[in-house]
């Protein structure tokens, strides 16, 4: 898969994956390969819908011999790539994951890891034993910003951190989309929210507290607004034929058809149709017969749309998250630190003899303003 240099490390052979799971997240790993086929190639994909699994075939050149239904099938063959891309959903990570390790493949999971703590420890003690790397999609981690945070922390500018508040706000037409109509919905079905979302959140807490043991935890959280009390009255069971749908702001031919019309079948347009690619046609079909037509105040949803997480750590820190679905921005998380002391004079831009002349310049150009005349800075005998 590569070799060292004196540089490092250096690619001398692109890295042999297989997916399994070819739906959204699927995909959207794969595309890697279409970006930098020098560094890897999807040589195979396991999937039991055959427009997805087809989809990823073409797009990538799969040869037919690779293609399945069934990811049981792969491992009964002898190794034949590098790594494997495990999608599939959240409650059938462990068993492909395992098997795959066993099998002598680097895993990457998407996440959640898995929907108990026993399946994720059981997925770590087989990578280990098998001597394999599993990453866990945790994309955060690579965020330059992210990255930053954590290089500032350790290096000691605010001293110790003592209080991290953290905002995940979830976006209104995004939380209806995935977590009361679509897969995430239901939590005996796929996972509760905070572990299906916002693991995301909790794993970074974790990371910038840099090793320190979280000692105590309280959380509180409920469904909040999606549920049959809430139905405006005259609203039908489905959008596309509800008489208040015009005024809604969760209405499904808003957020799905609205869209594709004007010629946008990406997120979220593209998961609705599970056979064909989005067009009007297909997506008035989805939006008719399918989940995501529902009215959001008739679904079987279980899991929290809001959900406050406090924690201890060794040392006394603390650190409160936030998750709501009522926000009009998507993901744009926001995170304050608190730290012990910021006692480096250079990291402040504007010092306080220059902000002083700044400030002096606005009172001067006032001072012109209310007296019409050419003021000279400076020049106080004109006062």
């Not at 019309?261 to 008035?284: A, L, N, R, Y």
């Not at 037509?293 to 750590?313: I, T």
């Not at 730290?339 to 002349?357: D, M, V």
Request: charged share 25%.
């Amino acid at each position: 898969m590569g070799q060292n240099s004196s540089q490092g490390v250096s690619m001398t052979s692109s890295v042999r994956v297989i997916v399994v799971g070819a739906g959204s997240r699927g995909e959207i790993y794969s595309k890697f390969a279409s970006i930098h086929p020098e560094r890897m190639k999807v040589v195979a994909v396991a999937d039991p819908r055959k427009f997805a699994r087809t989809k990823l075939q073409q797009q990538h050149k799969i040869v037919d011999e690779n293609i399945f239904e069934d990811w049981h099938s792969i491992v009964e063959r002898e190794k034949f790539a590098d790594a494997v891309l495990i999608c599939t959903p959240d409650r059938l990570h462990k068993e492909p994951a395992v098997a795959f390790a066993k099998k002598g493949y680097h895993v990457l999971l998407e996440k959640p890891m898995a929907t108990t703590a026993e399946d994720c420890t059981a997925m770590v003690e087989a990578c280990m034993q098998s001597g394999v790397m599993l990453s866990v999609g945790h994309v955060l981690r690579y965020d330059p910003v992210i990255h930053k945070i954590k290089e500032l922390i350790d290096a000691g500018v605010i001293g110790d951190v003592i209080h991290i508040q953290h905002l995940a706000p979830v976006g209104f037409y995004h939380f209806a989309h995935s977590f009361v109509r679509g897969n995430w919905r239901n939590e005996a079905e796929s996972s509760f929210a905070l572990l299906a979302k916002s693991c995301h959140d909790i794993d970074l807490i974790h990371h910038w507290a840099g090793g320190r043991r979280c000692v105590k935890m309280s959380s509180f959280g409920s469904v909040s607004h999606f549920h049959k009390d809430n139905k405006p009255t005259g609203a039908a069971d489905r959008c596309l034929d509800c008489s208040v749908e015009a005024v809604c702001p969760y209405s499904a031919r808003k957020i799905y058809l609205d869209r594709v019309k004007q010629g946008h079948t990406g997120w979220p347009v593209s998961v609705i149709c599970s056979s064909s690619f989005p067009d009007i046609e297909s997506v008035t079909e989805a939006l008719r017969t399918g989940p995501y037509g529902r009215c959001v105040y008739e679904c079987d949803n279980d899991v929290c749309s809001n959900q406050v997480v406090n924690m201890e750590f060794e040392g006394g820190l603390t650190a409160a998250f936030s998750m709501v679905a009522f926000s009009e921005e998507i993901c744009k998380r926001k995170t304050t630190m608190y730290g012990s002391k910021n006692n480096n004079p250079s990291l402040i831009r504007s010092g306080p003899e220059e902000t002083l002349l700044s400030h002096l310049l606005v009172f001067e150009a006032e001072r012109s303003r209310l007296e019409s005349r050419v003021v000279y800075c400076g020049d106080t005998s004109q006062s």
